[in-house]
């Protein structure tokens, strides 16, 4: 078995299986993998990019224990905390990134989840942006009831954010507050009131790559399509301070084999993605039609302005 096989296979619409991922990731060519993997994004998604924002609506003194995250309240990370932000600024907010060209925008707070009172806020802000923008509306608040879900589309959200972050062997050494099913249920329950799921992983953890395509086959196997890939930036406070960063040929060949997994999504360059360094331009060769914009909730992203000159120099449209 060899790379033309396995991406003849994709292009003809079959799906790959464990061990062909497997084998993928470990495909000495690092540049032809890449090729192949854009040959597939070009077939199934053409070149249309996805482009979201997102904003800080709620921050830091998460119960959560995370081992990666600045705004648990087990960590001292100098990170803000402030509760739940005003309708006014979420406009505000939300009409600078439609104007800049951003399709999606999204709140995200942190916890464990959302109670009945916030959730009654943030449903009032997201009928504000509703009349006031065009935009797509996403929501990530952690762990939520179908019930809440329910609530959440009513209000004109049409995608809901949750994160595997990696494989269900792995998670419990990331984080034992809650469980990788929970956070399975919380998907299940947002798709039945009727919502997309946005969910991908976090990688550099300490993970293998083995760990990492386990999580993807698990997305591929809930139907969700858009899928980011966000790199650890280690915080100091945390229990990851000290993780090396991942090198950009690896982060490249990550989302290659996401790909080649999930031929027709989008794969989105989520946060961290400055770890590529000049290879940014190379990722959005590598198999990526989607891209997290603007700055993220504890660390700093690109201008969205240089993000669109990126992805114009590399022939996608906006």
């Known amino acids: 078995m060899n790379l033309e096989y396995i991406t003849n296979k994709v292009l003809n619409g079959q799906l790959i299986d464990y061990e062909e991922a497997v084998e993928l990731s470990s495909i000495k060519d690092l540049d032809e993998l890449l090729e192949a993997a854009n040959t597939i994004r070009e077939k199934f998604k053409g070149n249309k990019m ?6 800080n609506a709620k921050s830091g003194k998460c119960s959560e224990n995370c081992k990666f995250c600045a705004q648990s309240a087990h960590y001292k990370t100098g990170a803000p905390e402030y509760s739940l932000i005003s309708k006014e600024e979420a406009l505000k907010m939300a009409k600078e990134n439609e104007e800049n060209g951003v399709h999606r925008f999204s709140l995200v707070t942190s916890g464990k989840g959302i109670s ?8 009032e802000i997201y009928d504000e942006l509703k009349n006031k923008t065009k935009l797509q509306l996403c929501a990530s608040f952690g762990i939520i009831s179908y019930e809440q879900g329910l609530k959440l ?6 995608m809901y954010h949750h994160n595997l972050e990696t494989s ?5 050494k990331i984080c034992d507050t809650h469980t990788y099913e929970d956070r399975i249920e919380t998907i299940k329950n947002v798709m039945k009131a009727g ?4 969910c991908g992983g976090l990688f550099g953890l300490g993970e293998t790559m083995e760990d990492r395509i386990k999580m993807a086959f698990d997305i591929r196997a809930l139907g969700i399509k858009s899928v980011p890939i966000n790199i650890l930036q280690p915080i100091k406070g945390t229990p990851l301070e000290n993780n090396m960063i991942l090198q950009p040929d690896e982060i490249l060949r990550i989302i290659a084999v996401f790909r080649f997994i999930i031929p027709d999504g989008y794969i989105r360059f989520g946060g961290g993605r400055k770890s590529l360094g000049e290879h940014q331009e190379k990722g959005l060769k590598s198999g ?11 660390t700093i992203g690109n201008k969205i302005t240089e993000d669109i000159e990126m992805i114009k120099r590399q022939g996608l449209e906006i």
């Open 153 to 158: 589309k009513k209000a004109g959200v049409t």
């Open 50 to 55: 996805d482009l979201c924002s997102i904003m």
């Open 168 to 172: 269900k062997a792995f998670f419990p």
């Open 288 to 298: 990526i039609n989607a891209a997290l914009v603007g700055n993220y909730l504890t």
């Open 195 to 198: 919502l997309d799921v946005c």
């Open 116 to 123: 009945d009172g916030e959730l009654d806020k943030v449903t």
